[in-house]
């Protein structure tokens, strides 16, 4: 295994997730049966052996569209990781088939690493997902008080 990463914001992204903005570490667990019982069985949750560390992380594949309206998407891991939660339980193939593309086309838009992006792909698995694309033109700053 490689020598561990101690800033969380450098270390790999299956050991990494965003919390409030930055970068935090996913929590760490040594067998299954540490992991809560609630999330153990929740269909949408999935749990991996982290290549990084070692120990069992926690993944979930759900968008809670109930409560969820819009998502800033600030760099290719956030969208690729976006990418993936909007896919569901979908395999690659049933998504490339109803966008009409390849499915090594989708495993690149979800690869955060990839540097190959087919935009008329991405187009094409957004509208699939039903997801439409805003840009933020201009953040508003906040207001101090003229003196």
């Given amino acids: 295994m490689a020598e561990l990463v101690l800033d ?5 992204r299956e050991c990494k997730t965003e919390r409030g903005g ?5 929590r760490r667990y040594r067998s299954e049966l540490e992991i809560p019982g609630k999330l153990r069985d929740d269909p949408s949750t ?30 290719r891991a956030a969208l690729a990781d976006f990418l993936v939660k909007s896919r569901g339980n979908a395999t690659h193939k049933q998504v490339a ?13 979800e ?10 792909a991405f187009f094409a698995v957004l509208a699939v997902y039903r997801i439409k694309l805003a840009a933020v033109l201009r953040e508003e700053r906040s207001r101090r008080p003229s003196r």
Wanted: proline fraction near 5%; hydrophobic fraction near 35%; charged fraction near 30%.
């Fill in 111 to 120: 690869d955060p690493t990839s540097e190959k992006v087919d935009l008329n």
């Fill in 8 to 12: 969380a914001a450098n270390a790999p």
């Fill in 97 to 109: 088939e109803v966008a009409k593309i390849r499915p090594i086309r989708l495993k690149e838009l």
């Fill in 46 to 75: 999935s749990w991996y052996t982290c290549q990084h560390c070692g120990h069992l992380h926690i993944g979930h594949s759900r968008i809670d569209l109930a409560t969820e309206t819009h998502r800033v998407l600030g760099d």
């Fill in 22 to 26: 930055r970068w935090e570490f996913k």
